[in-house]
């Protein structure tokens, strides 16, 4: 029985799990549950858990990605003072008053040239996406579908190797079901014939110390010196 139980691991050495599931018929009930549950316990005790389950691990550096500017966001947000509005006039074009200066009008002048060549670089992305995006995203998921494939082969590798092992495990089990269910039988059979043999012992040495007290001799014989 013991080819057919579980594989201990290394730590539950003195333990072998003789569970056979595929050919066990037995009837469980509650007394099974309590039994099983007692097991539990008993191998939680072998193996005490901490609450400080991290202890052997080094501390976490929870600042090794602290930026500056992620410090001084969170130190917004502790003080709960509410987040400053964009400065949305880089992206405006106001045109200036007639009585502005020439500095003025020279700085209206340079904002509108950027954004004239802000507009160029979205348009040139624009073009490029309309030329490439299509093929670029195809690509992609060509290569998401062929990660996905293989994901699914592991997997399917993985679950064709489990059913292989319980299928193994339950032909192992059903071959020798007979010879169990033969030896299981054998073993009532001498453990009653066990029994049988005790009782006629018992019979006969109580038969054996009355004769004894009758005749009036002392009754005292050492089984271990009875020569078979």
């Known amino acids: 029985m013991a080819q057919l139980a579980l594989p201990s691991t290394k ?3 003195d333990f072998i799990l003789d569970a ?3 050919i066990d018929d037995a009837e469980y009930d509650d007394s099974h549950r309590k039994f099983a549950l007692s097991m539990v316990e008993e191998e939680q005790k072998r193996y005490p858990m901490t609450k400080d389950y991290l202890k052997k691990f080094p501390k976490p ?3 090794k990605f602290l930026t500056p500017l992620l410090q001084q966001e ?3 947000i502790n003080e709960a003072k509410p987040m400053p509005e964009f400065d ?4 405006m074009v106001p045109a200036p008053s007639t009585s502005a200066d020439r500095q003025t009008w020279v700085n209206a002048i340079g904002n509108c040239d950027a954004q004239i060549e802000n507009m160029k670089l979205k348009r040139l992305n624009l073009e490029l996406m309309q030329t490439h995006g299509g093929p670029t995203l195809v690509k992609m998921n060509k290569t998401l579908q062929t990660l996905a494939d293989r994901e699914e082969q592991t997997v399917f590798k993985l679950r064709s190797q489990l059913f292989e092992t319980h299928s193994r495990r339950k032909r192992r089990q059903e071959d020798v079901r007979s010879q169990l269910l033969h030896m299981g039988s054998q073993w009532i059979v001498l453990v009653n014939k066990n029994i049988k ?13 009355a004769m004894a007290k009758r005749i009036k001799i002392e009754y005292n014989v050492d089984p271990d010196s ?3």
């Open 88 to 91: 949305m006039s880089r992206y």
């Open 74 to 76: 969170f130190q917004r």
């Open 20 to 22: 056979l599931p595929y």
């Open 197 to 209: 043999l005790d009782n006629a012992i018992q019979s006969a040495e109580a038969e054996l110390k």
């Open 11 to 13: 730590a539950s050495d």
């Open 226 to 228: 009875i020569a078979v």
């Open 61 to 63: 550096q929870y600042d």
